[in-house]
């Protein structure tokens, strides 16, 4: 029979090896996930709505001013859970262009492709 101290040993070094092929192998499923998910993957985005929510002072004219420079079509709905925030049409295919004129407005808090879940489309 082995003393209790190399036993103790022998335990230990085992463990040791356990828990490095565990964390080697959580450490290969976590990149292999995160090379497979892609945050957009399966996402539908309405093809030409997008959200944009104002800085909470900002004035109605400000507003339209960045609707002008966004060229937007018209404002879909208003969301008043959160102040500002609003739902609005832009030509089809322009969703980029409106963006980058949105967030490039100090006015604008957040510029965002609407989903289409969000939007109600089907």
Do not use: W
Not at 4 to 17: D, G, H, P
Not at 24 to 37: E, G
Request: hydrophobic share 45%; glycine share 6%; charged share 15%.
């Amino acid at each position: 029979m082995r003393p209790l101290t190399q036993f103790s040993r022998t335990k230990r070094r085992t463990s040791v090896v356990i828990q490095g092929c565990v964390a080697v192998l959580v450490f290969a499923a976590d990149a292999n996930i995160a090379q497979s998910q892609d945050p957009d993957a399966g996402v539908l985005y309405h093809p030409s709505q997008v959200l944009v929510a104002f800085q909470p002072a900002t004035v109605a004219a400000a507003r339209d001013a960045a609707h002008v420079a966004a060229q937007a079509v018209g404002l879909v709905r208003e969301y008043h859970i959160v102040q500002g925030l609003q739902l609005v049409e832009v030509p089809e295919g322009q969703i980029q262009q409106a963006l980058t004129a949105y967030r490039n407005n100090p006015s604008v808090l957040l510029g965002m492709r609407a989903k289409q879940c969000f939007t109600g489309a089907k």
